[in-house]
């Protein structure tokens, strides 16, 4: 193992998944010559060629299309959204033809493409440049939604998602992207299936569960409540679909408490979902109501202690899970 | 592969009177309301994509739009797998999953059926863009009417296949509506193949009545692209005898509109050239409708007669190792 950063982590997935496969290539807005708007890309041009490192005009549409037809007939194409955000423009395309294309061809037609890119708010960039998707896709039968929070979920889920035969979303995060963590080193293999969630800290009495940015921010909370004598167990869900439903019940089985910090809106949030599941299958293990920790219901303020009070935090955390623990 | 321009003329006629009466069996099908969901005719369409096909490879990429019957059945999809997919049915060239605005047949490469306009012109960059990116000397042609020219998708479509110079043919079937808006009320142009000459796309106008005509310039186009990779835009003036869909009366033109394009029949038209230079009689031609019509006929006995299908295939289809997310 040695420490790289989430940045790094991401572009040893594309180098190694592009030396892999002939039929994978990257395509996006500034992701050969310029090298990666957040860098991810660096060196894949110099590597792989421009016949396989693919800098588009300003036209999300236009090539997220592109890539899907490009995967109609067999190539494995990894599209990078400079942002989510700006997915938003290629809606139609992510979730009109990619999803759709296997059901409404009877199963002729497998879409093989990865959506990567940066999701959820950053800093300070206001209501368009802010947008945590991974509710709106998860939503949509046929997508998958991965969201690393670790240099290694971040390059074993981009591998995994390469060479998936469906359409996979890779939410990343910009404020990770100069994260560390311990990865496993370059000649050893990294794939981390798709719908595995992970434990990241062990406790007894209430069950955290997190992914992404707020990963991190629960186990700044987990430390602070061991203080208190208060054991939170970490469930990073790793992917928003498929749900790993079963790590959930397990860790709730054995806490009987749960918050769910989220990056997205609360109204339809990924949050909501799991407590519907969580009270539908397994209530009687519950020995307290299900809180949620997400942003607040408004588009994103510019102004930064508005954007804060906003975004979820360890402080509405610790109240949070202080007040499921009746502490 | 040999190219399909060398098939016989005769043969197309007949391939043309197979989508005419299979769109009108479609019609009655359609009102005795064994066909659901909408339904949008190719009548009076029919030389635009047997004129494109007749002049290209088996092995090339067609996706067109939702008025997509004619497209399917030109490219080889038998009659039976259409009318069954209009019907629902397992044995529908979508396995009743498509349904009329999404037929897909891999086999021939027919790569749908889109029906959110113009949606599927980026696609069709992506089959194109596949071409080159395996130095194949495919050709994709991507069908699309004159409503689709004013959706972003298309523009960007078309920017990304004039800068990376990828082997298409864009095929505007100009039938002069989208839906119930004219042209002239809905694009600034006053002919729609300038729109390429904005992307530096070479384009041209094209009699889509004539089915020679249409052969002869796809051909002469898929050539020139089979040399050296390019786009390329055609303007293909036809005429729907129909409403839009089932539901559209069409009491947005005149009678005497229609009429004019129907004593323009392309069918009328292909008979003509054919008679006259002695390669068909009255009598071959009778029996080419009547093998059509019975043709048709039993594709529909095909379709009624096909299982229904099983709910319990419900999730089969949502993802491709058939696991429920």
């Known amino acids: ?327 | 592969m040999q190219p399909l321009e060398q098939r016989d003329e005769v043969e197309m006629l007949s391939l043309m009177l197979l989508i005419r009466r299979f769109e009108e069996r479609a019609s009655q099908q359609y009102q005795a309301q064994k066909i659901g969901g909408f339904c949008h005719l190719y009548i009076g369409q029919e030389a635009v994509v047997t004129g494109a096909v007749a002049a290209i490879r088996p092995d090339d990429y067609v996706i067109t739009a939702y008025r997509d019957h004619g497209h399917a059945l030109a490219r080889g999809t038998t009659a039976n797998a259409c009318m069954a997919e209009l019907f629902g049915k397992e044995t529908g060239c979508s396995r009743g999953l498509g349904g009329s605005m999404h037929f897909f047949d891999k086999k021939h490469h027919m790569y749908g059926g889109h029906a959110i306009v113009a949606a599927h012109v980026p696609l069709a960059v992506g089959l194109a863009f596949a071409i080159k990116y395996r130095d194949e000397d495919r050709v994709t042609l991507c069908f699309f009417g004159d409503g689709a020219i004013n959706q972003g998708s298309f523009h960007e479509a078309l920017n990304l296949a004039a800068l990376y110079r990828l082997p298409i043919i864009f095929i505007c079937e100009n039938n002069l509506f989208a839906m119930g808006t004219s042209v002239k009320r809905s694009t600034s142009l006053k002919q729609i193949v300038d729109r390429a000459e904005g992307y530096d796309i070479p384009g041209e106008i094209v009699d889509g009545m004539n089915f020679r005509e249409v052969r002869d310039k796809v051909a002469e186009v898929a050539d020139s692209i089979r040399k050296e990779s390019h786009p390329a835009f055609l303007e293909v003036r036809t005429y729907r005898y129909r409403g839009h869909s089932m539901s559209d009366p069409a009491s947005y033109r005149t009678k005497e509109e229609l009429e004019k394009y129907r004593l323009d029949d392309p069918i009328i038209r292909l008979r003509a050239q054919l008679t006259r230079e002695g390669k068909l009689t009255n009598e071959q031609f009778d029996q080419l409708d009547k093998h059509a019509k019975e043709t048709v006929l039993a594709s529909v006995k095909f379709a009624e007669q096909s299982p229904e299908l099983p709910v319990e295939k419900l999730y089969d289809y949502v993802y491709f190792n058939g696991a429920k997310a």
């Open chain 1, 1 to 327: 193992m040695r420490e790289i950063t989430y940045r790094q982590a991401l572009n040893e997935a594309l180098a190694e998944e592009l030396e892999r496969d002939p039929s994978v290539f990257l395509m996006g807005e500034e992701v050969a010559e310029y090298q990666g708007a957040y860098k991810v890309s660096a060196g894949l041009l110099q590597r792989f060629g421009p016949k396989r490192i693919i800098d588009t005009p300003i036209s999300e549409n236009g090539f997220a299309g592109l890539g899907i037809g490009a995967a109609m007939v067999g190539l494995r194409p990894i599209i990078e959204f400079m942002t989510f955000s700006f997915s938003l423009v290629a809606f139609d395309q992510v979730v009109n033809n990619a999803p759709n294309m296997f059901m409404m061809s009877g199963g002729q037609f497998n879409i093989p493409i990865t959506f990567r890119g940066p999701n959820g708010p950053a800093h300070q960039l206001g209501a368009t440049h802010s947008h945590a998707t991974e509710n709106f896709y998860a939503s949509v039968p046929g997508l998958k939604v991965c969201t690393p929070a670790t240099p290694r979920d971040a390059k074993g889920l981009l591998k995994t998602a390469v060479r998936d035969d469906n359409p996979v979303l890779v939410l990343e995060a910009e404020l990770l992207y100069s994260s560390k963590g311990m990865v496993e080193p370059p000649d050893e293999e990294l794939l981390i299936p798709l719908g595995k969630a992970e434990v990241k800290r062990e406790g007894s009495d209430v069950t955290v569960i997190c992914y992404a940015q707020t990963v991190s921010i629960a186990l700044t909370v987990a430390a602070r409540l061991e203080e208190e004598d208060i054991s939170a167990e970490v469930v990073d869900l790793r992917s928003i679909k498929p749900l790993d439903e079963k790590a959930i019940y397990e860790s709730v089985a054995k806490t009987h408490r749960v918050v769910i910090v989220e990056q997205d809106h609360p109204y339809c949030g990924v949050g909501a979902e799991i407590c519907y599941r969580i009270q539908k299958t397994i209530f009687d293990e519950l020995d307290a109501p299900i809180l949620r920790v997400s942003q607040e219901d408004v588009p994103m303020p510019y102004n930064e202690d508005l954007e804060h009070a906003v975004l979820p935090n360890a402080q509405k955390l610790f109240a949070a899970v202080k007040k499921v623990c009746y502490a």
